[in-house]
């Protein structure tokens, strides 16, 4: 019997913290070895001329969401008629992903006002069971009464589930100020990450109704309705916050240089506050809204894309370290299906009632690296923290996103020099519409590996159902709190 199972062949290796070529032996299913030449294996995959790049980790990925109501349709015999579900299924999901170099995903469970979190956990645990990616869940809390704080956090702490997320802007999802620090005090007590979606929720409600008032109704009003300030203001608030509880958080996808430079301003003095953003706010601005009739609706998300002056600082902030994860925020609506997807508000409706969210799972690593490294905007050990192995190490997830003996052998092989033309069809997700159709990009993967097993070979992506894992986490120290509180009073001790 060979000692290894496949073996990697003279590809340059990518670890984040400089290149080296040699091959990469596997043995069931995880990194056994890395030495200038191994033999001894039972199939070899010839990376020659490559990059091997860790497989993407991409912690902030909206699939097969279940609603109330809502605006997208539901997948056949996969929900209650009261529920609907994204477009996306973890199928699709999976295999956009692996097209795109990617293998693993944080996603997010659902909880609705006045209900519990266990039974969506439930639901949703079979939905990600039937995928192809290895995954882990954060949990969103909407409704932060006693008995999901006090009873029901702890039990999915014990599945191994560590991060809530909240929001502090939308209907029906958005915290009062007391509300995220009941949530940040129940994370801190139970050794969770704290994720955040940061603009403030009255001034986007009053200057909606400012704008829908004088007429201003088209999707390029959606930037006016949440200009930076408002993010700048609920990240502000957000920190300080969590400083108060010593409580550590990332703020997602940050669209402008007002909102980093608080978290900039945090670090400096210690906080636990990593930033986060996205390939939306590096490759799309605000003028995509501005197309004729329902066009712009395409590029909608929160925060809105900026300006290309805001894209410019956003790399600044990423070359500083202030921004330190670019995650995909895939949540999908598609343009031209009747009465699902975007359509569900009519063509004719206001920025106000159209759904926000954009697909971006299999664009975000060529994305990254074309803007990026292609460009000289960041090196290639940044392009492998920023996609693989940060967003990895801050979600607790050690076997992932990176390239070590032991580690899960999760690769992507790049082909750096490969120039190819961003079309709704190399996505291959289930949306309608890529926002990037037509943007050339230079770099792109030629296989993806899950665990040892090639899952995307040219294109082709040949998973099977059902086959990702569940990633429990553990405790991990990344998160701890700083022992650092006003005053030296601890109003929120351990438990």
């Known amino acids: 019997m060979a000692e290894y199972d496949l073996v990697v062949r003279g590809g340059l290796v990518a670890t984040g913290f400089g290149t080296t070529r040699c091959d990469i032996g596997i043995k069931a299913g995880r990194i056994a070895a890395l030495a200038e030449r191994i033999t001894d294996a039972e199939s070899v995959l010839d990376a020659g001329g490559?990059?091997?790049?860790?497989?993407?980790?991409?912690?902030?990925?909206?699939?097969?969401?279940?609603?109330?109501?809502?605006?997208?349709?539901?997948?056949?015999?996969?929900?209650?008629?009261?529920?609907?579900v994204q477009e996306e299924s973890f199928v699709s999901a999976s295999t956009s992903a692996f097209a795109g170099g990617t293998t693993s995903v944080v996603c997010f469970v659902p909880q609705w006002k006045g209900e519990g979190i266990l039974p969506r956990l439930a639901d949703y645990e079979q939905r990600a069971a039937r995928g192809m990616l290895d995954y882990s869940f954060h949990q969103i809390i909407a409704d932060p009464f006693p008995g999901v704080l006090e009873e029901e956090v702890p039990q999915i702490v014990a599945k191994g589930i560590r991060s809530l997320k909240v929001f502090l802007t939308y209907e029906p999802l958005?915290?009062?100020?007391?509300?995220?620090?009941r949530v940040l005090v129940t994370a801190r007590r139970h050794g969770c990450l704290v994720t955040v979606h940061?603009?403030?929720?009255?001034?986007?409600?009053?200057?909606t109704e400012a704008l829908l008032k004088a007429g201003l109704t088209a999707p390029k009003y959606h930037a006016w309705s949440r200009p930076p300030v408002v993010e700048r203001e609920a990240t502000h608030r957000a920190i300080a916050l969590a400083e108060l509880v010593d409580q550590p958080i990332q703020v997602f996808h940050v669209s402008c240089a007002e909102a980093a430079e608080e978290i900039a301003r945090a670090q400096y003095r210690g906080v636990k506050v990593w930033g986060e953003t996205c390939p939306q706010y590096l490759a799309l601005t605000a003028a995509d809204m501005d197309r004729p009739g329902f066009a712009g609706a395409a590029f909608m998300c929160s925060p809105s894309p900026r300006s290309r002056e805001e894209q410019a600082q956003i790399w600044e902030m990423i070359r500083r370290g202030t921004l330190d994860v670019v995650s995909s925020d895939h949540c999908g609506f598609s343009m031209n299906r009747p009465g699902a997807g975007k359509q569900a508000s009519g063509h004719g409706a206001s920025f106000r009632d159209i759904p926000n969210g954009i697909p971006g799972l299999?664009?975000?690593?060529?994305?990254?690296?074309?803007?990026?490294?292609?460009k000289g905007r960041i090196g290639l050990d940044e392009f492998v923290r920023l996609t693989a192995s940060n967003p990895a190490r801050?979600?607790?997830?050690?076997?992932?996103?990176?390239?070590?003996?032991?580690?899960d052998a999760d690769l992507a092989l790049w082909d750096p020099a490969k120039k190819m033309v961003l079309t709704n069809a190399l996505m291959q997700h289930a949306i309608d519409y890529t926002p990037y159709e037509g943007l050339e990009v230079t770099g792109w993967p030629v296989a993806t590996l899950r665990r040892g097993e090639v899952v995307m070979r040219d294109g082709v992506v040949q998973a099977k159902p059902g086959t990702g894992r569940f990633l429990p986490r553990v405790p991990y120290a990344y998160i701890q709190p700083r022992g650092v509180v006003a005053d030296g009073f601890d109003a929120a001790p351990p438990l």
Not at 362 to 374: D, K, N, Q, Y
């Open 362 to 374: 299999a664009a975000r690593l060529p994305i990254l690296f074309s803007e990026g490294v292609s």
């Open 394 to 407: 801050l979600m607790g997830l050690p076997g992932k996103g990176v390239i070590a003996v032991g580690a």
């Open 198 to 207: 940061c603009e403030n929720y009255a001034a986007i409600n009053w200057r």
């Open 174 to 181: 958005h915290l009062t100020d007391e509300q995220y620090l």
């Open 50 to 84: 490559l990059l091997v790049l860790p497989g993407g980790v991409d912690t902030h990925c909206h699939i097969e969401e279940p609603a109330r109501g809502g605006y997208t349709s539901a997948q056949e015999g996969a929900a209650p008629p009261e529920v609907t």
